[in-house]
């Protein structure tokens, strides 16, 4: 598929995006301005995220509260087990329902903190497939969960991560969002091992721009994404020039769901990093047009 019928497919496509909750009212700000440039592509929805053992609880609450009271959009909360017991998370999640949020990113999590290998709260949900479970007795949320093309690093195997990603869809998740992956065939191969178990879920690939390569490759490391050999050096040199690497990013980006789309895939979550222009660039190059434009 080249970019021009790329850019003319007129099958139907559908896009999520990701923010994170701000720390300053700087960073507020930015969350923002990125929020009201992607809403007019009408994405099915955005979520928030939710970190290491809950810490940013009470901003991630307060963020997607705000999308459901000054937007358009459908925010979806992410919400882990790592560092609650039940009923605090069953407390966080009648909240979330009260303040009118349907759809909730079901996670594992990591440990407070970062602080090493992951351990069940001794009061908690043990897994995430059970959270999913309890989720659904609370309220009839949408739930969608993640999943790692790539292999989770904790994990021993893809086999374990299909299987793994199964119990989550048969306790009542209804899309797989992935891991951003640099590795397109790798994503399609995951894909095909997740119909072959029986798995009916959308496998939707994620999707990073790598303008800011030096923090990609940080968080690549920590959650086992490989960053191809090719793309380390169409950023070399480049640390101190950010309008050469937007370029880049660009072309990247561009590449990427062409990619993707060729091998079949009409569904993309982007890790937008509270940034909007790659994101929305990438999207219009899919063909979504703002919403009233003709």
Partial sequence: MSLGELVSDRRPIAVSFEFSPPKTAEAEEALWRAIRR?????????????????STRERTHATVKRIVEETRLKPAAHLTCAGHSRCEIDEIVRGYWDAGIRHLV?????M????????AHELGYASTPDLIEGLRKTAPFEISVSCYPE?????PSL????????????AGATRALGQFCFDNDAVARFRDRCVAAGIVAPIVPGIMPTAGFRGVERMAAKCGTKIP???????AGLDDDVETRRIVAAAVL???????RALGFSQFHFYTLNQANLTYAACRIMGLQPRGSA
């Fill in 254 to 260: 561009a590449e990427q769901v062409q990619r993707l």
């Fill in 38 to 54: 992607l809403e007019p592509l009408a994405p099915s929805f955005v979520s928030v995220t939710y970190g290491a053992g809950g």
């Fill in 151 to 155: 292999c989770h690093p904790d994990s």
């Fill in 106 to 110: 079901a996670l594992r999590g990591d």
């Fill in 112 to 119: 407070p903190g970062m602080s090493g290998p992951y351990k």
């Fill in 159 to 170: 086999e374990h991560d299909v299987a793994l990603l199964k119990r989550k869809i048969d």
């Fill in 229 to 235: 050999q090719w793309l380390t050096q169409a950023y």
